[in-house]
Each structure stands twice: as C-alpha cells, then as structure tokens.
C-alpha cells in the first residue's frame, strides 16, 4: 500500500463528534490522510454521507464503536469499547443491538441531566434532549457540551472530571452489550473488532491482561495500542501483549472535533496492520473516492 497515513476511529455528529460526516471527510483529506474509519457510538448513520463526501484517493473504513461490558479479571466487570469494521450493517442481530443501544443511552442521558437539572445546575433536561436527532446514540459529552455552553466549566474534559465520571452523584449505569456477544455478532456479520484505548485508566476501571487474552481465544482481532489517552509504558506494555497474542496493532485519534484537543492522523496504524485487518472481513467492502 505504500506510505500511508491510516485512522481507524474517529466519531462525527452522528455521536458525540461535532464535525459532521461530510465535514470529517473534508477534514481526514486535509490533514493528509489516506485511510479513515468512520466509528460513531452505537450506529452506522453517518455511513451514507461519508461515502458519498470522499474525495479522490481517500479510502473509507465503515465501522462503529460498540459499548460492551467485560469481566475485568479483578472480580467485577468493566465497560468497554470495541472498534466493529467493515461488518454488515442490515445483519439483524447487529441492528437489534444497536437499536437497544441507542434507546438505551437516550434514556441514560436524561436521567443524568435531571439529576443535575434537580441539584440546580442550569440544565434543561428537555432542550437537551430535544436538541438531538431522532433515535441518534445520546451521551454524556453532550451534557458535557451543555455544561460548557452554561458556562459551568470550560471544556468537556473538565466536565466529565467534575460531574460526569463513573464515580460521581450524577452517574447513571447502562445495561451494554456483553462483550463475548458483540464479537461473536460482528465476526457472524462478516466484520473484525478491535478493543479500543484498553488501558486508559482515567476513563474508569479497565481489564487485566488476561482478560485481553481470554477475549482473543474468543475471536478478538486486534488491540487499540497507540491512542492519545496511553503513555509510551503503556503502549510499550500493550504493543507486546498484542504480539504475544497475535492480535493486529492498531493505532488512531479517537478524533471528535471540537470536543477534544486532539488531531485527526494523531496517532495512526501500519498499512501492514491494516491490511491483516480488512483480509479477515467480509461483510461490507472498503470505499474509495
């Protein structure tokens, strides 16, 4: 493939990004990327407008980030992210999951935003909600974008230190998808997962290195290893782990726009780890303008 500049998680508006598909598009081009995986939560919305804003020679990855929950190894369980490539998006059993999913976080965002609508905070749980396109995957960033908006902090990040992390008053739990059934309902729709940002500890309670393990003998394809939220210890520590396992490296921004003071190409994938990648898929096909 040559030298290549490869993003394979990035989230517009269709989610909680705040570029909008076409708009990314336009955005990967410009920062010279070849390749990009459009991984919106819990949706494949914005695969249409993305593929038809392509501009010559870039490629398009459809994929999506799925919320599951985990054993993390320690006695409890832990939410997690897979990154879903290239799969079947009409497969039934993917768009059943995904409607629950999307239900699921709408109601989750609402309750949150009346706790803090109920403690006096200047939300409007309605407006929040009203804001929102139809049956499109809610989440807490938005209420972080509320919060910025109403001048109660300043960025998102500061929002989710201060009122929206997983240990605090406003934290409202959701009923995700068991992660050994999200990888078997991927690989069954033709598609590859990969665990995304597995270490990144400041997000909450992550999994153990034997549970990474015990998910690759159940069909995990790859491990998210160069992401903004890991230091070099850690890439260094998952990059083995991911060798020792047999598991694609990948790398990627985790790109939202506006909502995170990161790059889109800041961190990027092999074109060799890419092509191992799309050579176990058979779901959906790659597009290139």
């Not at 991984?39 to 407008?49: I, P, Y």
């Not at 009203?130 to 902090?153: E, F, I, N, Y």
């Not at 078997?184 to 995304?196: C, I, K, N, P």
């Not at 890439?235 to 003071?261: F, I």
């Amino acid at each position: 493939m040559g030298c290549v500049v490869i993003d394979l998680h990035t989230h517009s508006s269709v989610s909680d990004g705040t570029d909008t598909p076409a708009s990314l598009m336009s955005a990967a081009a410009s920062a010279g990327l070849d390749v990009i995986a459009l991984t919106d939560h819990d949706t494949t919305a914005g695969w249409s407008e993305a593929a038809a804003a392509l501009t010559p020679g870039l490629t398009l990855v459809r994929g999506a980030e799925l919320s599951c929950t985990s054993p993390n190894g320690r006695g409890g369980t832990a939410t997690v992210h897979l990154l879903a490539y290239l799969f079947d998006p009409l497969a039934p059993a993917i768009v059943t999951e995904q409607s629950r999913l999307r239900a699921e976080r709408r109601s989750r965002l609402l309750k949150m935003a009346r706790r803090m609508a109920e403690d006096g905070y200047p939300v409007d749980p309605d407006a929040l909600m009203a804001s929102l396109p139809p049956d499109s995957p809610a989440g807490r960033p938005h209420l972080a974008m509320a919060l910025v908006q109403a001048g109660m902090v300043a960025t998102v990040d500061e929002a989710f230190q201060f009122f929206l992390n997983s240990r605090g008053r406003y934290h409202v739990s959701r009923r995700d998808t068991p992660v050994h059934t999200a990888i078997q309902m991927v690989a069954d729709a033709g598609g590859v997962t990969v665990l995304a940002h597995a270490f990144a500890h400041h997000r909450g309670p992550t999994v153990t290195a034997e549970v990474i393990k015990e998910l690759a003998g159940a069909g995990l394809t790859g491990l998210e290893v160069d992401h903004p939220d890991h230091d070099l210890a850690t890439r260094t520590q998952l990059g083995a782990l991911a060798d020792d396992l047999g598991l694609v490296r990948t790398g990627s921004s985790d790109y939202h726009g506006t909502n995170k003071t990161i790059r889109i190409g800041q961190d990027s994938t092999s074109p060799e780890a890419f092509e191992a990648l799309v050579a176990h898929t058979t779901g959906t096909p790659l597009i290139t303008g």
